[in-house]
């Protein structure tokens, strides 16, 4: 028994000797565990929150309209852009965001804003318009004028990252204190007190609920919704439930109330627009409300932090009675925690919510442009950080003329639809508006239907462009004024011409007619083919080619006779480039659509600065703008000043292919150049010139521009000549059908033609322009 | 920083040139005499030379440039002040907005060229020149300003007869 009993204890001794070792090891096990889970978690806390913390879409904006007595604005003008910009209409304005107006006057108050070369202040400013213009422009406490005024510029559109969360990130200090407030006592009355979690708010909020009779108040501290939106996913366990304290207490052990609530601020999910997750008071405000949080009212605060229980659910757009009576709430427990007073409160509950129309906003509004800057911005930047860095990009668009071109494209489509009789919605479009000086982009059309993002014609439409060629051939001849000048006549009869290779090539012009002998600039203004022809064959396509590259067309082209008649496919924006060079004196000048790229803390990253390369000398880009004068004065284009005053000069050139196919028109004012395409997607005969398609639509869009009138200045070296065409010799004003023709010195010809009394002395020139002047 | 004429140009004098660049003012002032990389500029601009105009004359009010001046100054003044701050590129960017509310103002190129200069950019500062060039007909002490920077822009980029050259240009233009 002994034995046994000793057996028994020894058994016993030595249970209880292996026990204790396993449940400390388990135990230790255990704990180790869970440091190490913790530590994980806290590694994942600390990374993801100091970290970047969201990845932020690329706002993009049109340019600043920029405001100076003389300016040409019309007030009506100026209200489309102040309602793109979403100033609000109001008695007397007190805060930036508004503006009154009395007919023709107006008092606004600007928002500041952080531009590339840094930060505008708001302004409070008079404006008065006369005539389509900018009158005066006064500040509103003393009454003197102002220089300047840049506005803050229209938001166009965004570059989304893959899951297109959206957010308009704040900083603590820019969020309104009674929006904190609000939202603190609502969700988590003891934020500032808690360590991240808070059993007494979990109690407080059943025992809510029960008195309430259904839920009004949740359990969950602002750090827990933070964490559960921020780190987890949104399923519903017991373990989501343990790590979503776990780091909360870790949250909270690393960072300050502060930034907790800066983060959840800018996380809090707020509502849905399409496939686009609206985040954040920032966002929300501008997606409600259409203006930036600090311009909204207590009401509205009280609106969206009742929101946050159920954005859905609150919706104020599908559920307003509900959206209200959540916000009423809301501000009766502000009331009764003296955060507002009674009378505010009553004031703010009676008041409407104010919400704007549902509008999507993350469809972006100018498709076609945005292509283009975004192509723009990816020679330097990666697709992620387009979509996530949180860029600010400032375009070269100019909001009036994109929404004006959008206007005339569609109208004019369609209007010569009927009246050709044509199948509705077959003619297609594109067009690309520069400014001639600095090459930017300020409007582009990709389609007639300005809101379809897809094929985007003005880039990527590569059709014939036929005699939009023709001024580089004539440019290379005026290029050698020993040789020609616009008066050198120019041989239009009938040619035949046989390759090495045997091919024959006949060219004839579009009229079915030979002309005899033409003067050069009058062959161009009425654009002919076979005198055209025969001066390019003389001049050799190698040279001009030579030009066209000079010109800046860089595409590959064919050494073929036919190529002096524009046998060359371009796009929309590519003759644009080309045409770029004429307007703007002969510089060629890069295209942009970007001028500055700020990073998301609102330091400059890059800027797309102004640069030119001479390419053509002043005095022959004169000359070849003459001549593309006269095809608006007297030739192809003599239809623009149906609708364009006569006192502005206009330069330009038709083109129009085999079988009608595409119609083109390209022309410029001293502001803007446009190109427009009219054309078919399968490539048929459409029955339209250039002068019957595009030019109608580039005459109705410029008819809408401030016209006052615009001479182009002659440059230096330049002598103008009374010339008869007929003869191309020189005349003065008693002949009959004489021109005044400019010449660079010393090319002008020497020979009188027969209509000048040469007994009698010509006059000369330079005293003409004095009396001009006098 | 080196910057080539910005910072020695008083406001006042810059809005003389500015008001000097419009060529349709032919005004009889003449701006206070500009001592600018030690070339004495002609204080006596002769009177601008008259405009041919384009195809259909036109009366001369409506070849008026640059109406918008107390705008374009304000940015030249601003530029001005950024260039002297050591932000060039700031200064750049206020001479694009004044360009593009008076394009064609030759003044403005002018500065934007010496802006580039400053900036190691001789080669786009020559380009800038030529621009303000072509917009300066008549204008010989605008054009003849522009041929000293071209000429500072060559030697920058070890053009010696090209300065040379441009030198001689800008003393032919300065004489007259």
């Known amino acids: ?80 852009e102040l309602k793109a910009l979403h100033y609000r209409p109001v008695v007397s304005p007190r805060e930036p965001g508004q503006f009154s107006r009395n007919n023709n006057e107006f008092h606004l108050i600007s928002r500041p804003f952080d531009f590339w070369d840094g930060q505008d202040a708001s302004a409070n400013v008079r404006l008065s318009f006369t005539g389509g213009k900018l009158a005066t422009l006064t500040d509103a406490g003393g009454g003197k004028a102002r220089s300047l005024l840049r506005l803050d510029p229209v938001l166009v559109g965004s570059f989304y990252p893959a899951h297109n969360e959206d957010r308009v990130l704040l900083q603590l200090d820019e969020v309104p204190i009674s929006l904190t407030d609000a939202l603190i006592v609502i969700e988590d009355r003891n934020f500032y007190s808690h360590h991240g979690v808070s059993p007494a708010a979990i109690a407080r909020a059943v025992y809510a609920n029960i008195r309430a009779g259904g839920v009004v108040q949740g359990g969950s501290t602002l750090t827990q919704q933070l964490v559960k939106n921020f780190f987890l996913s949104s399923e519903r366990s017991l373990t989501r439930k343990i790590n979503e304290a776990i780091m909360s207490l870790l949250l909270e052990w690393h960072y300050s109330k502060d930034e907790i609530l800066e983060a959840y601020l800018n996380e809090v999910y707020l509502g849905q627009d399409g496939n686009r997750a609206i985040h954040g008071f920032g966002l929300a405000s501008y997606f409600y409300f259409e203006r930036p949080l600090a311009e909204l009212d207590i009401a509205q605060y009280a609106l969206l932090v009742g929101m946050v229980k159920g954005p859905s659910y609150y919706n104020p757009r599908r559920h307003p009675e509900r959206a209200i009576a959540r916000r009423n709430l809301v501000l009766d427990v502000m009331a009764q925690l003296e955060l507002v007073t009674a009378e505010e409160a009553a004031r703010a509950k009676a008041s409407k919510p104010g919400v704007s129309d549902f509008q999507r906003k993350a469809i972006n509004t100018f498709p076609a442009f945005l292509d283009l800057v975004r192509r723009q911005l990816r020679r330097d930047y990666q697709d992620e950080d387009i979509t996530s860095e949180g860029l600010s990009i400032f375009t070269t668009l100019d909001p009036q003329v994109q929404w004006q071109l959008e206007g005339v494209l569609g109208s004019r489509l369609k209007g010569l639809e009927r009246d050709r009789g044509l199948e509705a919605n077959t003619l297609e479009g594109a067009a690309v508006v520069t400014s001639v000086q600095g090459g930017e982009v300020l409007a582009l059309a990709g389609g007639r239907d300005p809101a379809f993002a897809g094929f985007n014609r003005a880039l990527d439409a590569h059709r014939q462009v036929g005699s939009l060629l023709k001024p580089a051939v004539y440019l290379t001849a005026l290029e050698q004024p020993q040789r020609y000048t616009l008066a050198t006549l120019l041989d239009d009869s009938p040619l035949t011409f046989t390759a090495r290779n045997g091919v024959v090539w006949e060219p004839g012009n579009y009229d079915k007619k030979n002309h005899g002998r033409v003067p050069l600039y009058r062959a161009l ?136 196919r595409d119609s083109w028109f390209a022309g410029f004012t001293g502001d803007r150049l446009g190109v427009v ?60 059908d004489a021109v005044q023709l400019p010449f660079i010195a010393g090319s002008e010809p020497v020979q009188y033609a027969s209509c000048v009394n040469t007994n009698q002395a010509l006059p000369d020139p330079v005293d003409w322009f004095k009396e001009l002047f006098q | 920083m080196k910057l080539s004429t910005f910072h020695r140009i008083p406001v006042a004098v810059l809005v003389l040139i500015l008001v000097h660049g419009c060529s349709t003012a032919p005004s009889q002032q003449h701006p206070t005499p500009v001592v600018e990389q030690g070339q004495p500029l002609s204080a006596q601009q002769p009177p601008q030379e008259p405009q041919a105009p384009g195809y259909a004359p036109a009366p001369a009010s409506a070849v008026t440039a640059h109406r918008q001046v107390p705008a374009v100054i304000a940015l030249l003044q601003q530029a001005e002040q950024q260039a002297n701050a050591g932000d060039l590129e700031s200064a750049a960017a206020s001479l694009e907005r004044a360009i593009r509310i008076d394009p064609r103002n030759p003044v403005l190129w002018y500065h934007l060229a010496t802006l580039r200069l400053s900036q190691g950019e001789p080669a786009q500062a020559e380009q800038l020149a030529n621009k303000s060039n072509s917009l300066a007909a008549g204008n010989h002490a605008q054009q003849s300003r522009n041929w000293l920077l071209i000429a500072q822009a060559r030697r920058q980029l070890n053009d010696r007869s090209g300065a040379a050259a441009a030198e001689q240009r800008a003393r032919e233009l300065g004489a007259r």
Not at chain 1, 58 to 75: D, F, H, I, K
Not at chain 1, 593 to 621: E, F, G, H, M, W
């Open chain 1, 525 to 660: 203004a009425h654009s002919y083919n076979v005198s055209t022809a025969r001066l390019g064959l003389e001049l050799g396509i190698e040279s001009i080619i030579k030009t066209l590259r000079r010109l800046g067309v860089e595409q590959k082209l064919n050494p073929y006779p036919s190529l002096v008649l524009g046998a060359v496919e371009m796009t929309p924006l590519q003759v644009t480039y080309l045409y770029q060079t004429f307007a703007s004196g002969g510089f060629r000048t890069p295209l942009r659509a970007i001028n500055a790229v700020l990073a998301a803390d609102k330091t400059p990253l890059q800027r797309y600065p102004l640069s030119v390369q001479s390419a053509i000398d002043p005095a022959p880009d004169y000359l070849i703008n003459t001549a593309m004068r006269f095809v608006v004065r007297e030739g192809t284009a003599r239809s623009i000043y149906q609708s364009l005053p006569e006192l502005v000069d206009v330069a330009g050139k038709t083109g129009t292919t085999d079988d009608l």
């Open chain 1, 677 to 736: 395409w009219v054309g078919r997607d399968d490539n048929k005969s459409t029955g339209l010139t250039g002068s019957t398609g595009a030019l109608r639509v580039w005459r109705d869009l410029f008819t809408q521009f401030n016209n006052s009138g615009w001479v182009q200045p002659a440059v230096e070296g330049i002598d103008y000549q009374w010339i008869e065409p007929a003869s191309g010799l020189l005349a003065d004003s008693s002949c009959p």
């Open chain 1, 1 to 80: 028994m002994a034995k046994r009993r000793r057996r028994g204890r020894k058994k016993s001794r030595r249970k209880v000797v292996s026990r204790r070792p396993l449940l400390i090891r388990i135990a230790l096990v255990l704990a180790l565990m869970l440091a190490a889970y913790v530590t994980y978690l806290d590694f994942q806390v600390r990374h993801q929150f100091t970290g970047k913390r969201w990845s932020l879409p690329a706002r993009v904006y049109a340019r600043p309209l920029e405001l100076y007595a003389g300016l040409e604005l019309s007030a009506e003008q100026f209200v489309t």
